[in-house]
T-cell receptor
Framework: DTGVSQDPRHKITKRGQNVTFRCDPI?????LYWYRQTLGQGPEFLTYFQNEAQLEKSRLLSDRFSAERPKGSFSTLEIQRTEQGDSAMYLCASSRGHVREDYNEQFFGPGTRLTVL | DQQVKQNSPSLSVQEGRISILNCDYTNSMFDYFLWYKKYPAEGPTFLIS?????DKNEDGRFTVFLNKSAKHLSLHIVPSQPGDSAVYFC?????????????FGQGTILTVHP
């Protein structure tokens, strides 16, 4: 069990550019979540997948954001035409998905810190 | 709207004493509650949870208390150790179609002094 990994750990981009982040969950976990965390706040839910199906999306996820989880393994989060307000820590988490205690116990990656200049 | 609130941004405690972290929620649909701990440069790690059918859950030095009528939960750490110094987040879940969607509080920075 190597834990949840995220790549890159840091990303600096200019406003208007597109960025893509990758998350590799714990291998036996079928649920995968994306959260965003800004300074002084807790993580905010963005979206989650069960296997390859995207089951829920937050209103925070504007049309510029898209997430995929092909084949139910790793996931990518893409932000198009980045804005300065997108600067945040983007966290990925995974969990088992069979009983409630399992999918509430989410294992988080270290996050990708995005800075939009 | 902040549905989960941690009103104390920070807490400082002496080693060996009790740490009490508090959390309030407003959404009456929340029925499952968790505490996460976060060290710098790491993602949050699960600490302890409680279902709304219980009012207390204990795991070693950590105990979570739930007061449903007051919509309040607290985390007790006894005895506190310097390694407990971290940011603590409470989180809640509403069940139903929101299974797995956690709503977090703002966090409380706990510092345990040797």
């Amino acid at each position: 069990d190597t834990g949840v990994s995220q790549d890159p750990r840091h990303k600096i981009t200019k406003r208007g550019q597109n960025v893509t982040f990758r998350c590799d969950p714990i291998s036996e976990h079928n649920r995968l979540y994306w959260y965003r965390q800004t300074l002084g706040q807790g993580p905010e839910f963005l979206t989650y997948f069960q296997n390859e199906a995207q089951l829920e999306k937050s209103r925070l996820l504007s049309d510029r954001f898209s997430a995929e989880r092909p084949k139910g393994s790793f996931s990518t989060l893409e932000i198009q035409r980045t804005e300065q307000g997108d600067s945040a820590m983007y966290l990925c988490a995974s969990s088992r998905g069979h009983v409630r205690e399992d999918y509430n116990e989410q294992f988080f990656g270290p996050g990708t810190r995005l800075t939009v200049l | 709207d902040q549905q989960v609130k941690q009103n104390s941004p920070s807490l400082s405690v002496q080693e060996g004493r009790i740490s009490i972290l508090n959390c309030d929620y407003t959404n009456s649909m929340f029925d499952y509650f968790l505490w996460y701990k976060k060290y710098p440069a790491e993602g949050p790690t699960f600490l302890i949870s409680i279902s709304s059918i219980k009012d207390k859950n204990e795991d070693g030095r950590f105990t979570v208390f739930l007061n449903k009528s007051a919509k309040h939960l607290s985390l007790h750490i006894v005895p506190s150790q310097p390694g407990d110094s971290a940011v603590y987040f409470c989180a809640s879940n509403a069940g139903g179609t929101s299974y797995g969607k956690l709503t977090f509080g703002q966090g409380t920075i706990l510092t345990v002094h040797p």
